[in-house]
């Protein structure tokens, strides 16, 4: 794709970046094939090619409009377009730097701005979601049918493991888990300490930085993951963590990309690219564990399970096939799921803002888990968790809890009582 960047970006390192990135785009459309707002609204302008298009008629010049913002808006970020590109389009990235180019030329409406900065700061601040989930559960029967739904109780998260062992890692406590399921976050720590690992958890570290970053707030979003850096240096670098590991995969593909987005940064650059390297996805960890795993599954005979892979394990991470790897080598019988690789609709903040396309995506989704009549959907990150949730009287839980609760318990350890 031929390219005439406007003269100030072009020397900078966004437009450096877009202009590598536009040009490695062929037009060839088969990212239309696979995108799920394409597959919904059938217009060129919400699939990827039209979205690129868009951006790089703004980086040249052209005026953005409310409707170029409509069109990115409208993208989940699920980056299905990634894996299907022959050409290696990072699409991700530029999706980031034509939003934030669109943002500083249209101004949204107060409310917009409201919502967003009210979504920004209550969704990434642990605290403050804990003390919001609280209420909106004593008051759940008084709510709407929608943000009822989305209000379900807590599964009990039973004991933390209290064993100490040489191998140890670094846990990601992020910002809107421990107050929806803190039953995920406890059930990694049981499952690694049956394998003689201890999980740390860094009690500054908090939200990964993508709510920020996918509301068109870089800045705040590299404060983040400054923050983040910090809490987890010491526990890496002298600490003796082998590995930073984390359970929500949305979160996964954001710390792993600490190193690109700090890149510019020189009292993080280094580090950032560390803590990338050391980042790993659960399900990543615990494949070559998988013999260990097995000698002490003892999965529910017959137990029908259907499986959702989380965009941002199969598309952002690169990691298709991993998790079911690792479940089928441990027995776990599955069948196929038709329209594995489209999202589920939920895509962070975008069943908020979208609501109307996020359901449409959510009921497909489930159509397809649920026709071969599963007992229990499982799951990879907590917003695709809590999103399917709402659309269906199956339990919806993420794997680690159901191979929590499948585990014999180890010897000393605290891992009775499970959710």
């Known amino acids: 794709m031929q390219t005439r960047l406007l003269p100030d970006l072009k020397d900078s390192v ?49 005026p953005a409009t409310p409707i170029t913002q409509l069109h990115l808006d409208r993208c989940l970020t699920c980056r299905n377009c990634e894996s299907t590109c ?30 967003q900065a009210l979504l920004r700061i209550g969704l990434s601040h642990r605290t403050l979601f804990g003390v919001a989930m ?30 100490l062992h040489t191998r140890r890692v670094i846990a990601l406590r992020g910002c809107t888990q421990p107050a929806m399921l803190p039953s995920i976050d406890a ?19 908090g939200c990964c930085g993508a709510i920020h970053q996918h509301l068109n707030d870089h800045a705040g979003a590299l404060d983040h993951m400054r923050r983040n850096i910090d809490a987890w240096w010491p526990l890496l670098s002298a600490g003796g963590a082998e590995a930073i590991i984390i359970n929500a995969s949305g979160c996964a593909v954001t710390v792993k990309e600490y190193g690109y987005l700090l890149r510019q940064d020189p009292a993080y650059a280094e580090k950032a690219r560390r803590i990338s390297q050391a980042a790993r996805d659960l399900s990543e960890y615990l494949l070559p564990e998988i013999c260990a795993l097995r000698a002490r599954i003892a999965a529910p005979a017959g137990q029908r399970i259907a499986l959702q892979i989380p965009c941002t394990l199969q598309h952002g991470q690169k990691l ?20 594995a690789h489209l999202c589920c609709g939920s895509a962070g903040t975008y069943s908020l803002l979208q609501s109307e396309l996020s359901r449409s995506l959510r009921d497909r989704k489930l159509g397809n888990l649920q026709q071969s009549q ?20 199956l339990p919806v839980w993420h794997w680690i809890e159901w191979l929590d609760q499948s585990l014999q318990p180890a010897t000393g350890s605290a891992s009775g009582n499970r959710p």
């Not at 007992?375 to 990879?380: E, F, N, R, T, V």
């Not at 917003?383 to 659309?391: E, M």
């Open 86 to 115: 022959p050409s290696g389009v990072e699409y991700g990235h530029l999706l980031d730097i034509g939003r934030c180019a669109v943002e500083a030329q249209v101004k949204r409406p107060v409310r917009q701005r409201l919502l």
């Open 374 to 393: 599963p007992q229990i959907i499982l799951s990879a990150n907590i917003g695709c968790i809590a999103h399917l949730q709402t659309g269906t009287t």
């Open 320 to 339: 298709a096939g991993t998790l079911e790897s690792l479940l089928q080598g441990l027995g776990v019988q599955m069948d196929p799921v038709a329209e």
């Open 134 to 163: 609280r209420v909106g559960r004593a008051l759940r029967s008084l709510l709407p049918a929608a943000l009822r739904a989305k209000l379900q109780p807590a599964r009990p998260p039973g004991p933390w493991p209290r064993r």
């Open 14 to 62: 966004d437009g450096q970046a877009a202009e590598a990135i536009l040009r490695a785009c062929v037009h060839c459309g088969f990212c239309n094939a696979t995108c799920p707002t394409y597959q919904l609204l059938g217009d060129e302008l919400d699939g990827p090619r039209g979205r690129i298009y868009q951006i790089k008629q703004v980086l040249e010049g052209t």
């Open 187 to 205: 059930a990694t720590a049981r499952v690694l300490d049956a394998l003689g690992i201890q999980t740390l958890i860094a009690a500054s570290a």
